[in-house]
């Protein structure tokens, strides 16, 4: 009920920080609270027989219901509110000391309230403008007694220790209530500051984590611009490379006829180009193989223009992990996995670029079959290799998940996995460049991230996360 009193009195159309807000209401709820304490000395006047007391704290207690209509109506600002307020309190006290024996009287104590109340409302200035007006006054009552005026005392004698009791228990609640609120503005600035340096120390780890994607991605486009240079310096020689070397093999085929038994160095020609021939097949491999990094190398440097389409992710990590199997069931016959996939029934259409995300999902299955292939090569009959693919969708995007048991992935090795040409594949079998064309595809192509848990020896799980928008 007080607060919504407390509401009626801000004005409808205030607006401010919360620390504003907060100053507005303490001195609202101030004006209200020191309104009823009057009552109740309205009250006590009124039994004592003190008219002039009760006079003047009637005119304290409308003063301050008109402040804080005029406050509601935008007439003045809540730092008016708080000197107007202040000041009607002095009055009202110096004009009851003045009823009650002047420097002598009760209620003298209470004009030191008047620099507490106005520094806990309006700050160090207001408060040392009311110090100096309440010391001024209680000199004023010192100096008329040197002079030998005395002030009348008005209250009743039969009554004046009950008064004195009432007045100081007041001015103890009031010093309590005062000191109450206080320690909670306090209690509250200091968990307003907490939360805001929890949230600074956030902000900060999100700045610094910002900074290192963008240092890195800075990293990857010079890369991916020095990539591209290279790649297309070294594309001609080795498709030159590649051709005379196919044409030398043609020339051995064609002079490496049947030997004439005793012709001299008969032996020795065919020994010749046969090692010949092997060396032009291994220069074209190796030519090849080159050609294939050089490749990778152009399409992870390439700045993507495909469109994003909506797309069935169930169909496409179906798609992919047929794709996947086969393509490695092609090399080996031998080699037989347990694919499991659990796909999210109502997963929502997916704005993507299907090949770029099908690469990804190829890449990702890819290298889950061959941990698997690679530990039952190692392992006894009793391991079972099993891949598993699993897509569900969240509050604001979907997730796919890829997961292996396979041999795992070392820990010093997985804070570089994303890194461009690493591996940890043996020389020959893989380029270092697959792992980190799908991240780039997933963050920079998409929005999304890669993300990679594993336990060497246990299990490999890749986490795509794509946004929905």
Not at 24 to 51: A, H, K
Not at 94 to 118: D, E, F, H, M, P
Not at 239 to 244: A, R, Y
């Amino acid at each position: 009920m007080f607060t919504s009193i407390t509401d009626y009195f801000i004005p409808a159309g205030f607006t401010g920080s919360l620390d504003l807000r907060r100053r507005v209401r303490i001195i609202v709820n101030t004006v209200l609270l020191t309104g009823l304490f009057s009552i109740n000395f309205m009250l006590l006047c009124w039994w004592g027989d003190l008219l002039p007391g009760l006079y003047v704290l009637l005119f304290g207690v409308v003063s301050f219901v008109l402040l804080l209509f005029g406050y509601r109506a935008g007439w003045y600002s809540h730092v008016v509110l708080g000197y107007a307020f202040v000041f009607v309190g002095y009055l009202t006290v110096a004009v009851n000391s003045a009823y009650q024996g002047g420097y002598y009287a009760a209620t003298t104590w209470w004009l030191g309230l008047c620099s507490v109340i106005a520094t806990f409302l309006l700050g160090r200035r207001a408060g040392l403008i009311y110090f100096g007006l309440g010391l001024a006054t209680v000199l004023a009552f010192w100096g008329a007694e040197q002079l030998h005026y005395r002030f009348p005392n008005q209250v009743p004698a039969a009554k004046a220790q009950f008064w004195h009791l009432d007045i100081l228990v007041g001015l103890m609640l009031i010093l309590l209530v005062v000191t109450l609120v206080f320690d909670s503005i306090n209690a509250q600035a200091l968990q307003l500051v907490e939360a805001q340096n929890a949230q600074l120390e956030q902000s900060l780890a999100n700045l610094h984590a910002a900074q290192a994607q963008l240092v890195q991605r800075e990293k990857m486009a010079f890369l991916g611009e020095l990539t591209a240079g290279i790649a297309h310096e070294l594309q001609n020689p080795l498709n030159f490379m590649k051709n005379f070397a196919e044409v030398s093999t043609g020339l051995v085929d064609d002079i490496d006829g049947p030997a004439v038994p005793h012709e001299p160095g008969a032996r020795l020609q065919g020994e010749i180009l046969a090692g010949l021939k092997q060396n032009l097949r291994e220069i074209s491999q190796h030519g090849q193989r080159a050609t294939a990094i050089i490749k990778g190398m152009l399409e992870h440097s390439r700045t993507g223009t495909s469109q994003r389409v909506p797309t069935d992710l169930n169909a496409l990590v179906e798609d992919s992990l047929r794709l996947a199997y086969q393509g490695l069931r092609a090399k080996d016959k031998t080699f037989r996995a347990e694919l499991n996939t659990i796909l999210a029934p109502a997963l929502p259409p997916v704005a993507v670029v299907p090949q770029d995300l099908s690469r990804v999902l190829i890449n990702l299955l890819t290298n889950a079959l061959y941990a698997v292939q690679q530990r039952q090569r190692q392992a006894d009959s009793s391991y079972r290799p099993e891949v598993t693919v699993q897509t569900s969708a969240g509050p604001g995007g979907v997730e796919i998940r890829v997961r292996d048991n396979g041999t795992g992935i070392p820990d010093e090795a997985r804070a570089k996995i994303f890194q461009p040409f690493f591996t940890t594949k043996p020389t020959g079998e893989g380029t270092g460049l697959g792992l980190s064309l799908s991240h780039d595809i997933i963050a920079q192509g998409h929005g999304g991230t890669l993300s990679v848990e594993s336990q060497p020896g246990n299990f490999t799980e890749f986490l795509i996360s794509l946004p929905l928008n």
